[in-house]
C-alpha cells in the first residue's frame, strides 16, 4: 500500500516535535530538581542532625527515651530502605524534640529485613550496637552511608566507620555479631512485624495500654504529617 | 478499527503500570519488585518532574493516548504518535537513568518501556495506514 508523502511529513514532524518536548522535559527535570536522593531532606522542622538529636535521652537496647513514658511506638526499618531513611533524617529529630525528650513516647527499633539479604548484615550491626546503648546512632550513621538497594554496600567497612560515627566500640560491634542479645532483639521485630501485620517499611505501631497496638496511618513521612497523625492517639 | 484497539489495549497495560506506580509514590509503600531497585528509583530525583511523579505524568499520556483512538481520522492518530514517541524519548532517558546515575533497575520501568514501545509502533502504523475521511 503506497504511503502519501503528507503522512510521512506528518511522522516526521511528531519525531521532530516529540524530541523536543522530551528534551525540555528532561532539562526541566534536571535542573529543576533538588539533588541527590533525599530531595526532601530540607523539610525538618529541626536543624539537627538525628545523631545529634539524640544527645541525653536514654537508651537501653533497642529502646530510646524513658521507660516510664505512657505511649510506646515501635518504628519498623530496613537500613537499606530509602523511605526509612527519609523518616529518620526528615522527621526523627522532631520526634524527639517533641515527644521523645519531654517523656511523652518512648521509640523501640525495630529493623526487620525487607529488602534483601545485606540488610541482615546491617541489622546485626544495629543489634550489636544496641548492646553499647547506640542502637540509634548506629541507625542514622548507617542511613548516613545508604548506597542502592541489594548493591552490598552494608561492608565491614561501612559498619566499622559507622559505628565509630555512632560513638560505639566498632570492634566490640563487631564481635557481638552472633552472640544471644542481638539475635533475640532481632526476633523480637521479626515477631512484632508478624503480630502487627507490617507489610513494608517504614511502619509505626502505636500502644497506650492497655489499649491494643495500632498501625500508625501517615499521609506523608515529614514531621507536620507524622505529628497530626499521632497527636490524636495521644488524647 | 483493529490497530486503534490494539494501540487501546496496549495502553490499558501501560495506564495500569503508571496507575500503580502512582499509588505507591504517593502512599509512601515500597513497590512489589524482583528486580531490586524499585524503591531506590522510586525515591531517586528522576522519579518526579518538577514536583509531579513521572508515573502520574506517565497516566495521563496514556489515558490521552487511549482517548485518541476513540477518534478517527489522521489528526488524532498524529496526536497519539506525538505522546507515543514523547513517552519513548523519556522513556529512553529514564532508562539510562536507571543504568547510569541511579544504579538500579525498576521492572516497572522497564516494563513501561517495553509496553510504550509496542504503543509507539502501533500508532506509526495507525498513521501510516488511518483512511482518509472521504474512504
Redesign the interface.
Known amino acids: 500500500v503506497p504511503v502519501d508523502r503528507k503522512r510521512l511529513y506528518l511522522l516526521g514532524g511528531a519525531l521532530l516535535g516529540a524530541g523536543i518536548v522530551a528534551a525540555i522535559l528532561i532539562v526541566v527535570g534536571t535542573g529543576g530538581g533538588s539533588s541527590g536522593t533525599t530531595t526532601s531532606a530540607g523539610t525538618a522542622t529541626t536543624t539537627a542532625t538525628p545523631t545529634a538529636s539524640l544527645a541525653g535521652i536514654p537508651q537501653t537496647g533497642d529502646t530510646l527515651g524513658r521507660a516510664a513514658a505512657p505511649v510506646t511506638i515501635q518504628v519498623f526499618e530496613d537500613p537499606q530502605c530509602p523511605y526509612c531513611k527519609e523518616w529518620n533524617v526528615d522527621t526523627l529529630p522532631s520526634v524527639v524534640a517533641n515527644y521523645v525528650r519531654p517523656g511523652k513516647i518512648k521509640l523501640v527499633y525495630r529493623g526487620i529485613n525487607i529488602v534483601g539479604p545485606n540488610s541482615e548484615y546491617g541489622l546485626r550491626a544495629i543489634y550489636a550496637a544496641g548492646l553499647q546503648s547506640r542502637l540509634w546512632q548506629m541507625v542514622d550513621q548507617l542511613y548516613a552511608r545508604q548506597g542502592a538497594e541489594n548493591s552490598g554496600w552494608i561492608t565491614d567497612a561501612v559498619i566499622q566507620s559507622a559505628a565509630t560515627a555512632a560513638g560505639a566500640n566498632p570492634n566490640s560491634l563487631m564481635g557481638a555479631f552472633p552472640t544471644a542479645p542481638v539475635t533475640k532483639m532481632w526476633r523480637n521485630a521479626e515477631n512484632a512485624a508478624t503480630a502487627n501485620a507490617v507489610r513494608g517499611t517504614p511502619t509505626f505501631v502505636v500502644q497506650r495500654a492497655p489499649a491494643l497496638p495500632t498501625q500508625l496511618q501517615l499521609s506523608a513521612l515529614d514531621p507536620a504529617s507524622f505529628a497530626a497523625a499521632l497527636d490524636p492517639l495521644l488524647q | 478499527v483493529r490497530l486503534r484497539a490494539s494501540i487501546a489495549a496496549a495502553a490499558v497495560i501501560g495506564a495500569g503500570i503508571a496507575a500503580y506506580l502512582t499509588y505507591v509514590h504517593y502512599a509512601?509503600?515500597?513497590p512489589i519488585c524482583v528486580t531490586?531497585?524499585c524503591?531506590?528509583v522510586?525515591?531517586?530525583?528522576?522519579a518526579?518532574?518538577?514536583g509531579v511523579p513521572?508515573a502520574l505524568l506517565g497516566l495521563f499520556a496514556y489515558v490521552a493516548i487511549i482517548a485518541t483512538t476513540a477518534v478517527r481520522g489522521?489528526e488524532a492518530a498524529?496526536a497519539a504518535?506525538?505522546l507515543?514517541?514523547?513517552g519513548?524519548?523519556?522513556s529512553g532517558?529514564l532508562l539510562w537513568a536507571q543504568l547510569a546515575p541511579?544504579?538500579?533497575i525498576c521492572q516497572w520501568c522497564l516494563g513501561n518501556d517495553l509496553v510504550i514501545s509496542v504503543v509507539a509502533v502501533l500508532c506509526?502504523a495507525r498513521?501510516?495506514?488511518e483512511p482518509k475521511p472521504s474512504e
Do not use: D, P, R
Open positions: 509512601h509503600i515500597a531490586g531497585g524503591e531506590t522510586q525515591k531517586s530525583k528522576y518526579e518532574l518538577v513521572v489522521i498524529f504518535v506525538l507515543a514517541f514523547v519513548v524519548a523519556f532517558y541511579i544504579g538500579a506509526v498513521l501510516l495506514t
